[in-house]
């Protein structure tokens, strides 16, 4: 059998960026599952999603971060489910998570109450208060169902090492069911790192005066993955940039550097109501009306709903 390529960034990887220790049992995990749900005849994705920290000392005290709360990840991944895949969730440590994102910004003793009015005595129960809450158990209900089925694999990261290795080891695990993956990669990853060779062990001292920073760029991990490590899955990039007028451009230029199959265009400002798919071929503008919002239609439905139909159709030209 042939051995698989070993690229320049795999060598980069290894060398610059720690590896998990879990990273192996990880894989194996993420392989099993695959299988047994391609076995069971549904799709899979892995969804990653949140932004990753680059920590500035060994000893780390400061870390590079971003703006990404993984609302898009999280709602994406509940949209997958309801349109038949099992997910992968590869998420940051603490950004929204499905179906609980829908109480995030809630403080929990606000939606609680007792049962009776003297909540000291000793037959009162603590309760939810339907009147905060109102959707609790349709989305309970929803969330246990799927915790049952296994639909949802959580895996976190926490830094950007963790979340190159753990994503090498998604793609290499998802190879084993073909074209049947998709990966919808919405995490904000950071473009800028500093090895771990240049990194000072110790906190930056600022009575060293001001604080100048040389960071190296992160290697560009889309190219292994769509000619090495997953070669016939169905790969989704996400490109957002704050600078309207360069985003069509910068996408189609993923697509032609990456040869994957399609890029979801977003603005900061504008990414809850509006985004583009591009494909090689293809320019879809996907966007919400003020009575979708009114409705609280999201737009990853839209998002998921348009990728799962190009989905299909590339599985049929596969012949899978
Ligand atoms: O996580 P979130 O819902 O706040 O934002 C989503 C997003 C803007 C991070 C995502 O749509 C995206 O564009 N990710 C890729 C970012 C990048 O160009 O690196």
Redesign the pocket.
Known sequence: MAEPRISSIDGKLAEEFAVPSHVGEVKEKMTAFAVHHATAGRRVVLIT??GTKVPLESRTVRFLDN???????ASSAEYFIESGYAVIFLHRHRSLYPYTRMFSTMNMLDALKFTSDDGASSNSEVVVNQQVLPNIAKVLKRYQEVKESRLLLPIEFNTLSEYLHLLKAAAQALSTIGSKAMFYL????SDFYIPASEMPEHKIQSSNGPLQLSMNMVPKILSPLVKDWAPQAFVIS???ETDATILLDKARRALETYRHQAV?A?VLDS?RGYVMVVTPETQVELILTEEDEKNDVEIEDRIVNNLTSAHNKFITRQGG
């Open positions: 999603s949140g703006f990404s709360s993984g609302r898009r990840g919405a995490a904000a990853v996400f490109k957002l979801v977003n990414r």
